[in-house]
C-alpha cells in the first residue's frame, strides 16, 4: 500500500453542480490529469494526487472512513450526513474537519408548498407529510420547532411528490429556483444556506502527504483571492497620496514609481482584494489620479 502513502485522494461529485467548479479549481492550481478510461478516476500527472469521481451523498463517508483524504463536497450533505450519524453540533471534527467553505455551488435547503395545497408556512406543518432528500436536517429542524409531521424520504425528483399525492410540502434544494416553479411549488422557509466546502479526513495524514494538502490549500486560496483582485495602475500628483489609499479597497501599501521629467506626478501600482467599482475608479478620479488601469490577476501567492 505504498501508494495510499504518498498519493492524495480526493473525491469529487461525478455529475452535478459542483464537479465542474471542483475539477476547474484543481486545474488552476496548477493540476494536469489524465482521465482513466472508465472515467472514475483522475490521475494527476504533476501532483501527487488522483480525484475519485463518486455520487456527491457518499463523500463524507468515503472521507470519515478514510478512503479519501479530501472531498469537496455541498455543506447541505455534509450536515445530513453528520446529523444522520447521530454527532452533536461541536464533534464534527472527529468525523472530519471543514478545511476551507468556498465560494461556488450556492443553494439553499428550503421548504416548498404547493401553490393550491393547505400548507403555505411552516407554521401550518404539523400532522402534515414533508417529502425530502434530507430526511435527518428536516427532523432536526422539526425536533427543534416542536412539530409534528411525517417525513416521507425521496432519492429523487422530491418537486413530484405533492402531484402523487405521497406528501403536501416539500424540503428541497433550490438554486435558482426553477424545478420547485416548473411544478408550481412556492419557495418557503429556508432551513440551510449550503455552498461548496472541503473536507479532510480525521485520520492523522503521513507529513510528506499533509505537506502536499498545505501546498495545495495555499494555493485554492490564492485561486479565489484572485477571482475579486484587481492590480490598479494610475499617475497621481504626490499630494493625493493619502487620499488615493484610503480609496483603494483591501489593498496593501502602493508601490509609488517617479515618472521621467515630471516632479509633482508619480505613477501609483496597486493590488486591490476587493471588487473595484467604476464608483471607486471615478472618485480616484475626482482625487487628482488619471490615466487609471485596472487588469485582472491571475495568480497570487500570499
Ligand atoms: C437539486 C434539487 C432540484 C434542483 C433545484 O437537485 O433537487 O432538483 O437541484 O435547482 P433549481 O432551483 O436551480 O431548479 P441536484 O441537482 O442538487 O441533484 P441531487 O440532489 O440529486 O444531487
Ligand atoms: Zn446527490
Not at 467548479?21 to 489524465?34: A, M, V
Not at 455541498?74 to 452533536?88: H, Q
Not at 400532522?127 to 416542536?146: C, F, Q
Request: aromatic share 4%; hydrophobic share 40%; with cysteine.
Amino acid at each position: 500500500m505504498i501508494d495510499k502513502e504518498t498519493r492524495i485522494k480526493i473525491a469529487i461529485q461525478k455529475s452535478g453542480r459542483l464537479t465542474d467548479h471542483s475539477l476547474d479549481l484543481l486545474q488552476r492550481c496548477g493540476l494536469k490529469y489524465t482521465r482513466a478510461r472508465d472515467q472514475l478516476i483522475c490521475f494527476g500527472e504533476n501532483m501527487p494526487l488522483d480525484i475519485l469521481l463518486v455520487r456527491d451523498d457518499d463523500i463524507p463517508a468515503l472521507v470519515r472512513d478514510d478512503v479519501c483524504d479530501l472531498g469537496f463536497v455541498g455543506l447541505n450533505i455534509v450536515e445530513e450526513t453528520r446529523l444522520g450519524s447521530g454527532e452533536d453540533n461541536d464533534s464534527e471534527t472527529e468525523h472530519f474537519s471543514v478545511l476551507r467553505r468556498m465560494d461556488y455551488g450556492h443553494c439553499r435547503l428550503s421548504f416548498g408548498y404547493p401553490e393550491d395545497g393547505p400548507v403555505q408556512s411552516a407554521s401550518q406543518l404539523n400532522g402534515r407529510r414533508i417529502a425530502t432528500s434530507y430526511p435527518n436536517i428536516v427532523n432536526d429542524y422539526l425536533k427543534r420547532e416542536s412539530v409534528d409531521a411525517e417525513v416521507v424520504e425521496f432519492s429523487g425528483a422530491v418537486e413530484i411528490a405533492p402531484s402523487l399525492g405521497r406528501a403536501d410540502v416539500i424540503c428541497d434544494l433550490v438554486s435558482t429556483g426553477t424545478t420547485m416553479a416548473a411544478h408550481k411549488i412556492r419557495e418557503g422557509e429556508t432551513l440551510l444556506e449550503s455552498e461548496a466546502v472541503i473536507l479532510q479526513t480525521p485520520v492523522a495524514l503521513p507529513a510528506g502527504k499533509q505537506q502536499w494538502i498545505d501546498r495545495l490549500m495555499q494555493r485554492i486560496d490564492g485561486v479565489m483571492q484572485v477571482r475579486e483582485s484587481k492590480y490598479i495602475m494610475m499617475h497621481a500628483p504626490k499630494s493625493a497620496l493619502a487620499r488615493i489609499s484610503e480609496l483603494l479597497p483591501g489593498s496593501e501599501a502602493p508601490t509609488v514609481l517617479p515618472l521621467e521629467g515630471l516632479d509633482d506626478i508619480v505613477a501609483v501600482h496597486v493590488v486591490c482584494r476587493e471588487t473595484v467599482f467604476w464608483e471607486t475608479l471615478e472618485n480616484l478620479k475626482g482625487a487628482g489620479a488619471s490615466s487609471v488601469l485596472v487588469v485582472p490577476v491571475e495568480k497570487m501567492l500570499a
